[in-house]
């Protein structure tokens, strides 16, 4: 099958998996309307059961303005079978997006935890930049112009690693050096001008998280001040209901980020909780949602917020095990008490849209 013919048919199997999840939707209240009066995106991380599963693939259509693949963008997926990547997963998300008008986030070019298993533990500077650049090329060429986000790079940074700038030790930093994240960033400009390209991280908004947010600060307010192409950065806003977070250290970091005009997205939202839930709407749900609740009420009132995205939809896929109960619907695919919690969120946003707009 020719390049045309499969993109063709990849588009055409899209389009009919988006009329079946359509067929029903409209009776069923929806978060992707209510994100879009906020003026935001809201996604979801979906993996190969997006395409087996209808109720859920319903729910993305309903909920979603943009989707994430969850792992089959990642460098050590897509270079599973050798050097040259597999980007067969990348055309066929973007098929199904563009047949369902949703909005992609690239996750994620170049992150420690997924270098391809043959990737050399040694390999001077040369070497590892063209091993790296030349995946962040083939990888975001395959997709330009048609993918709204890429996660160019994730988790680069460690403080208690030592190095004086916080950077993680990883591979990439020992071969290339302290630029290989600059570098990383203008390959993914050069080979999409189009995309926003953002830095993500974790535990930027817990109350241990200061090193942590003094570290990306210092990261990004390098790559600005070098004129890197950077547009952005994710807090992923893995929460644990019992560990907190520190809502006003988190709109202090987004200040500065808009300061240095970055938008700030919520990344790979969910809310872990120990102890298997006791059913639908249980003490764990409503713990979960409260969590929810508060944590976005903060989060909606950013001013240089752009996504919000959850790491998952449903309870049945989270990385999380699933007796957790961390995501807005649960395992049957019943929306519960954190679907309206992200529902209230957005209303919020977009009543706030519309007064300064108004
Ligand atoms: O589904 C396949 C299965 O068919 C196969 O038999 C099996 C063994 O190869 O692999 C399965 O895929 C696994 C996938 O999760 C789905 O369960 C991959 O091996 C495994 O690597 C993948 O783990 C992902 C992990 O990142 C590493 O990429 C998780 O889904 C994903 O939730 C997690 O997400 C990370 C973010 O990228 C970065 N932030 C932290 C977050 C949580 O760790």
New binding site residues.
Partial sequence: MGEIDRRSFLAASAAALTLAGHAGAAELPALGPLAKAAGLDFGA?V??WLWREADFRAAVLRDCTAIVP??EW?W??LARAGRRPDLQPIQRYLAFAEASGLALRG??LV?H??MPPWYPAAAGRREALRLMTGHVTDVVASARGRVRRWDVV??AVAPEDGEPDGLRRTPLLAQIGRDYVEIAFRAAAEADPAARLIY?D?GLDAPYGAARREAVLRLVEQLVARGTPIHGVGV?S?LAAADGYDGEALAVFAARLQEMGLEFLVT?LDVANPGPGPGPGGAPDHEVAAVYAHYLAGVVEIPNLTGIFT?GLSDRHS?ITASQRPLPYDGAMRPKPAWDAIADALRRRAAETHRLTA
Wanted: hydrophobic residues 25%; proline residues 5%; charged residues 25%.
């Fill in positions: 991380a993996g190969p969850e792992y990642k050590d997926y996750h994620t992150w935890g997924a994730n988790e993500n974790y992923q893995h790979e790491w990385w």
